[in-house]
């Protein structure tokens, strides 16, 4: 039996009431780059050993890849399209199209559909991650012009910030994590999905 939506699967954790190792890492969240908790923090807040190194490697990720922002948060968005993670979507769909990326290409993506942008380097973020979550690999000539183009620190830089961030939507599927309005760009399966 399939869950109400509008009911948290996990109870919210109160500061006024949470473990000191709760409060460090919600204060260090709180006091970050990040400022909130949106997303995955009030999932992994329930396991304070598994939140504190996650969110520190998630501000790396988010904040000094050293790729564009736009490179990111269409890395971010192909990975939430990827796993139909609804939040993901709902929390780096502004960001995206803020930083400059092009809207029908981005519904294109959460469409399933191939983007068609004009600028090499964000169709082949695009072709990087389609590739890696196709094939599990990166074949020759796409990872040789990868590197001459964004160079060795930012394609492992990259190449995390996909890992966390499939990470971040397996959490908020899992937890049927919400945010906004309730407008979900992606269609939740029917009912209980495993026989």
Not at 18 to 41: C, H
Not at 81 to 104: F, K, S, T, V
């Amino acid at each position: 039996m399939q869950q109400d939506m509008n009911v948290p699967r996990l109870p919210v954790v109160e500061i006024a009431t949470a473990t000191p190792a709760q409060k460090e890492v919600l204060d260090d969240i709180l006091k970050g780059p990040r400022g909130n908790l949106a997303g995955p923090f009030l999932s992994w807040i329930h396991s304070p050993g598994l939140a504190q190194p996650a969110q520190k490697l998630g501000a790396f990720c988010r904040y000094h890849t050293r790729l564009p922002l736009a490179l990111s948060e269409l890395a971010i968005l192909c990975t939430a399209a990827r796993w139909q993670a609804q939040a993901e979507w709902q929390i780096h769909y502004p960001i995206g199209i803020e930083a400059g990326l092009d809207a029908d290409n981005i519904e294109r993506i959460r469409l399933g559909l191939r983007p068609a942008f004009v600028q090499r380097e964000q169709q082949m973020v695009w072709e990087l991650v389609q590739q890696l979550y196709d094939t599990r690999r990166i074949g020759e000539p796409l990872y040789r012009e990868a590197e001459q183009r964004f160079g060795i620190e930012v394609l492992v830089n990259l190449v995390g910030l996909l890992g966390y961030y499939s990470l971040v939507a397996m959490t908020l599927n899992v937890f049927e994590v919400r945010h906004g309005d309730g407008a979900l760009p992606f269609d939740e399966p029917p009912g209980d999905t495993v026989a």
